[in-house]
């Protein structure tokens, strides 16, 4: 079969390519992170559905190289190395400046740049463009073939619905967390700016904050309002599924803007996660 680049393809055709290469980066996420090293399932994509899309853009990107590169090897593999890492870099780059939060980090990683990307990630991206040209894209066009106009035609509209459907409800998600996180900061400002001068007022932390306010009250030695009590209550043992959800499917998340909110949500789901299971 001549391989046609898929710039070449019918925008359906391309699209079906892009969701197929996103369902196999999730599949190779959660066999590697959520098997291997969680011992459990867990949902790695950032969508509700099984795709991670930052794979299916990757795909895409290899797929874009001239064609004359397509017959190579070592430039193959430089060139897709290449590629995908300044795809991973701008992707991470971007949702952290749209959601203040950065989904991955590599800062334990030896050669990283900016936590973003790393060296190891990079080498593997170029082994995923040899096996992307030499054997996985010629089958993916061969399973097209198969699939005939009609199958394309309603297969593609129909995951294009449901993708815009579970797009809309991530970004909603999404909000609701950015939301939250401002929320405790707000929250964290106000008792900074309530108890800053006060000697038992401990604020190297969201976490000690909360604990020291309480502690004070419960000691009676001075005046707290019983609604503020109740507020940082109700902060301690709410749940907020949004962020429970982005944290469980990205563990190494970091936020810059918001670093002590966060991490007082990821002590909150370790406690409720350790209490589930010590019942």
């Not at 079906?16 to 369902?23: D, E, P």
């Not at 005939?148 to 995951?159: A, K, N, P, Y």
């Not at 800053?196 to 007022?201: D, K, L």
Request: with cysteine.
């Amino acid at each position: 079969m001549n391989m046609m680049a898929i710039y070449e393809l019918p925008f359906r055709q391309a699209f079906l390519i892009f969701i197929m290469f996103s369902v196999v980066g999730w599949i190779s996420e959660v066999l590697y992170v959520g098997i291997f090293h969680e011992h459990k399932f867990v949902n790695r994509g950032f969508l509700h559905g099984p795709l991670c899309p930052v794979y299916g853009f990757g795909g895409v990107v290899i797929l874009l190289l001239p064609s004359s590169l397509y017959t190579t090897w070592i430039p193959l593999f430089f060139s897709s190395m290449i590629m995908c890492t300044v795809v991973e870099y701008f992707v991470s780059w971007i949702m952290e400046k749209m959601f203040h939060a950065r989904w991955w980090d590599y800062s334990h990683y030896k050669f990283n740049i900016k936590g973003r990307v790393c060296l190891l990630n990079s080498v593997l991206f170029g082994f995923m463009g040899l096996g992307v040209i030499h054997f996985v894209y010629p089958q993916m066009l061969r399973f097209l073939d198969w699939l005939g106009d009609f199958v394309i035609m309603v297969s593609s509209d129909m995951i294009g619905v449901a993708l815009a459907v579970d797009m809309v409800a991530t970004i909603r998600k999404l909000v609701d967390f950015s939301a939250t996180m401002e929320k405790l900061k707000t929250f964290g400002e106000s008792l900074r700016d309530h108890y800053g001068n006060e000697t038992w007022f401990r604020s190297e932390n969201f976490e000690a904050m909360l604990a020291s306010v309480k502690e004070h009250a419960a000691e009676g030695k001075d005046f707290v309002s019983q609604n503020l009590l109740e507020k940082i209550e109700k902060l301690q043992t709410a749940r907020n599924k949004a962020a429970e959800s982005f944290m469980a499917h990205f563990p190494t998340m970091k936020s810059i803007q918001y670093k002590d909110e966060l991490e007082h949500l990821k002590s909150k789901v370790k406690a409720r996660v350790k209490a589930k299971f010590t019942k």
